[in-house]
């Protein structure tokens, strides 16, 4: 059965960690995990709080293009013996700076990292825009592709 947006957003409520890949500088390609705070309504954007100073930022300033992988809980096919769901975004990143936008998506727990709210020097909100969606779902898999503006 072939999954829409919806299908996936509501599957990744359960899923707080993901894997940001981008290129270093040297070509190489650098992973981090990163949290959504399970407190998203995924529309092909995912959004994550980050310091202006890591590889990562210089990363994404450098190369816009990133990957994003989830895994999700195997559930009753598990027991079974049928992986869950993993789902793979393909998209382009930028770095967000602006006060309404860091405050629109603040979580009060990201306070353990950021001291000072949306006030700590430094930070910066990343923005992932998904150009494809790739899914696997026990023996289903798929891709949702979105339009250049509908994650924008």
Same mark, same amino acid.
């Given at each position: #059965?072939?999954?829409?947006?919806?299908?996936?957003?509501?599957?990744?409520?359960?899923?707080?960690?993901? #894997?940001?890949?981008?290129?270093?500088?040297?070509?190489?390609?650098?992973?981090?995990? #990163?949290?959504?705070?399970?407190?998203?309504?995924?529309?092909?954007?995912?959004?994550?709080?980050?310091?202006?100073?890591?590889?990562? !930022?210089?990363?994404? $300033?450098?190369?816009?293009?990133?990957?994003?992988?989830?895994?999700?809980?195997?559930?009753?096919?598990?027991?079974?013996?049928?992986?869950?769901?993993?789902?793979?975004?393909?998209?382009? !990143?930028?770095?967000?700076?602006?006060?309404?936008?860091?405050?629109?998506?603040?979580?009060?727990?990201?306070?353990?990292?950021?001291?000072?709210?949306?006030?700590?020097?430094?930070? $910066?909100?990343?923005?992932? !825009?998904?150009?494809?969606?790739?899914?696997?779902?026990?023996?289903?898999?798929?891709?949702?592709?979105?339009? !250049?503006?509908? $994650?924008?």
């Amino acid at each position: #059965m072939t999954k829409t947006l919806g299908d996936i957003s509501k599957a990744m409520k359960d899923i707080d960690f993901c #894997m940001l890949v981008s290129r270093a500088q040297d070509g190489a390609i650098a992973g981090r995990p #990163m949290s959504n705070n399970r407190n998203v309504e995924y529309e092909g954007t995912s959004r994550f709080f980050t310091f202006d100073d890591t590889r990562m !930022a210089e990363d994404i $300033a450098r190369d816009p293009s990133v990957g994003l992988t989830y895994q999700g809980k195997a559930g009753l096919l598990g027991i079974v013996g049928k992986p869950g769901l993993f789902v793979h975004v393909e998209g382009e !990143a930028r770095l967000v700076h602006d006060k309404a936008k860091l405050a629109e998506y603040w979580d009060e727990s990201l306070e353990r990292w950021f001291e000072d709210g949306i006030d700590t020097p430094g930070i $910066a909100l990343i923005e992932v !825009a998904a150009k494809r969606i790739h899914y696997w779902d026990g023996e289903d898999e798929g891709e949702v592709r979105l339009p !250049a503006t509908a $994650a924008a």
